[in-house]
């Protein structure tokens, strides 16, 4: 039988400190569930809407013993954070890097805090809107814009997939074409612009810790195999195989952008440059990092006497058959492309001393600079950019270049990966013929 009812609760008298019993300010309800259990839930402290939600739980309880009961409706009914905690496992399985994790989450609960939803059944399209709308006036980028929208896209597919929810509510919702709005594109360096900023930085003082040599190095391997700076960063000795007939540099899975173990074969021309600066290195340990520029937490290296290394971003502790290694820095290597571009740019500068007109030239030239007129970068992530503009100029066709790339959409590698200057546009209409001529 059900019934209404006030809770007697203990409480501290503000004017005489003392503890008095007194009724519950909600009414609360009294019911037997599907299973015949007696429960007590706190309703509404008006008596009549408390009385109206008793009769919404009695009715569940029937359409329960009916079998008519929506599973769906509870789940709508659960408290978002209880859905979060079941996502981050489910993306967890998937076996996405922590830093994934944790950015997919923080953007989610921003975008929850603003609605102010507390259920999954809370969750509409109106809310995302005006959260990315104010997003947008602060002047935030549409790519910024496009992650928080596909994260609450990506939690919201999950609910519905998982019987969570009736329907994506924010399924219909474009992204922007960031196109329109481009705030850090990058540019891929000439020639004779990348052989300027290796012989710069090879001769150049150390930055953020790395050594000239140890630069030029990072910068030879991240343009002619296109890996990114966690891939660099993971590099041992291990990594590489210069012995066979065709060389190779391995990156491990857990440091690959895509999760998987990925081998690029090594040009002859970097083969040698490798050799003569590992005889610079001297000694080198198996599980030594040669290029230690990005922090990885939760690195874990096992030797042949089963002693496990690991490295954590924020401290590092033994225990056990576990040996605490240093934790490694972050490096900025942007830091490091735009200083080295801008010595090299004096440099280059300063061979003109003696011709005025030409040093003129120079200096309102583009050439080395780290962001030119058109507000294009060249940053340390251009030299993957580098990489890939450097396939199409030796004319390796677009699926190949994929391949090499290590991208799961071709568009990406020609669209935003493959760049044409001006010299080669310059050159490619001097090659067309004009109206009369001949066909040869």
């Given at each position: 039988?059900a ?49 109206v ?12 013993k009916?079998?008519?009961h ?13 859905h979060l ?16 994790v ?51 896209k ?18 219909h919702?474009p ?12 540019r ?17 003082p ?33 990594s ?14 857990a ?20 050799r ?33 290394y690991?490295r ?59 962001c030119?007129?058109?507000g294009?970068?060249a940053d340390?992530?251009?030299?993957r950019?580098?990489f ?6 030796a ?7 994929q ?14 990966y493959?760049?044409v ?7 490619a ?12």
């Open positions: 039988m019934s209404l009812y006030k809770k007697p609760i203990v409480v501290r008298d503000s004017k005489t400190g003392k503890r008095v019993k007194k009724k519950s300010a909600k009414w609360w309800g009294r019911f037997t569930d599907a299973l015949g259990r007696e429960k007590r839930v706190p309703l509404a402290t008006d008596r009549r809407a408390a009385q939600m008793l009769q919404e739980l009695i009715h569940k309880v029937e359409r329960q009916a079998g008519l929506d599973p769906i409706e509870e789940q709508m009914c659960r408290p978002l954070d209880e905690t079941d996502f981050v496992t489910y993306l967890r399985a998937k076996d996405v890097t922590e830093r994934h944790g950015e997919t989450v923080m953007q989610i609960r921003k975008i929850v805090e603003t609605g102010r939803w507390r259920t999954a059944g809370d969750i509409e399209a109106g809310g995302v809107a005006k959260f990315l709308s104010a997003f947008r006036a602060k002047g935030r980028a549409a790519q910024t814009y496009n992650h928080y929208l596909k994260s609450i990506h939690f919201t597919g999950w609910l519905e997939r998982e019987g969570r929810i009736v329907r994506n509510p924010i399924a919702m992204r922007l074409n960031v196109k329109a709005d481009r705030r850090h594109d990058r891929a360096l000439s020639a004779d612009e990348f052989q300027r900023l290796i012989k710069e930085a090879q001769d150049g150390p930055i953020e810790g790395i050594s000239g040599l140890d630069r030029a190095m990072i910068y030879l391997i991240a343009a002619w195999t296109g890996f990114r700076k966690g891939e660099i960063g993971s590099l041992t000795i291990q590489f195989d210069l012995e066979s007939e065709v060389c190779t540099a391995t990156v491990a899975a440091f690959s952008k895509r999760r998987r173990e990925d081998t690029q074969f090594l040009h002859p021309y970097v083969v040698g440059k490798l003569v600066w590992l005889k610079t290195r001297g000694e080198v340990e198996p599980d030594e990092l040669l290029f230690p520029i990005s922090a990885r937490a939760g690195v874990t290296v096992t030797r042949p006497d089963g002693t496990v690991y954590r971003q924020d401290r590092a502790k033994s225990k056990g058959n576990r040996k605490a290694l240093p934790p490694v820095p972050d490096r900025k290597t942007h830091v490091m492309m735009r200083k080295d571009l801008a010595a090299a740019r004096r440099a280059w500068i300063a061979e003109a001393e003696g011709d005025k007109k030409e040093h003129r030239r120079r200096q309102r030239s583009d050439f080395l600079t780290y030119n007129h058109a294009l970068y340390f992530h251009s030299n950019h580098l890939i503009t450097n396939l199409e100029r004319g390796i066709r677009p699926k190949m270049a391949t090499l790339a290590r991208h799961s959409d071709v568009r990406l590698t020609m669209d935003v493959t760049h200057d001006r010299e080669e546009q310059i050159d209409i001097r090659k067309l013929r004009a109206p009369g001529d001949e066909a040869a």
